[in-house]
């Protein structure tokens, strides 16, 4: 069964952190690239963070570059997101997302497979 499932979301004051990870099922996580996206309300899905299979490239949108690190552990078929110095504009549901290949696209419109979301709110 497919299936991706999010988790570390909750309340955090401005200037936090928050790790969110992301459990994947294998058959959609061996060798394949994964990302985190979120969604605001009223707002269309925007890209956050991807990351390639092997881990050796990243790309990330510019409002978190710096402040948001992905990674994955291959083993435990795990993606994680450390988002540091949190925005009260990074309130967002997240969710994780898996493509059929490596590159780590930005594009929502290339990932095939996407987790039901956990929701982070960063208060002022």
């Known amino acids: 069964q497919v299936q991706l499932v999010e988790s570390g979301g909750g309340l955090v004051q401005a200037g936090g952190s928050l790790t969110l990870s992301c459990a994947a099922s294998g058959s959609i996580f061996s060798g394949n690239a994964m990302g985190w996206f979120r969604q605001a309300p009223g707002k269309e899905r925007e890209f956050v963070a991807a990351i390639s299979w092997s881990g050796g490239t990243t790309n990330y949108a510019d409002s978190v570059k710096e402040r948001f690190t992905i990674s994955r552990d291959n083993p435990k078929n795990t993606v994680y997101l450390q988002m540091n110095s949190l925005k009260p504009e990074d309130t967002a549901v997240y969710y994780c997302?898996?493509?059929?290949?490596?590159?780590?696209?930005?594009?929502?419109?290339?990932?095939?497979?996407w987790g039901q979301g956990t929701q982070v709110t960063v208060s002022s």
């Open positions: 997302a898996a493509r059929t290949g490596s590159t780590p696209w930005g594009s929502p419109s290339r990932y095939n497979y």
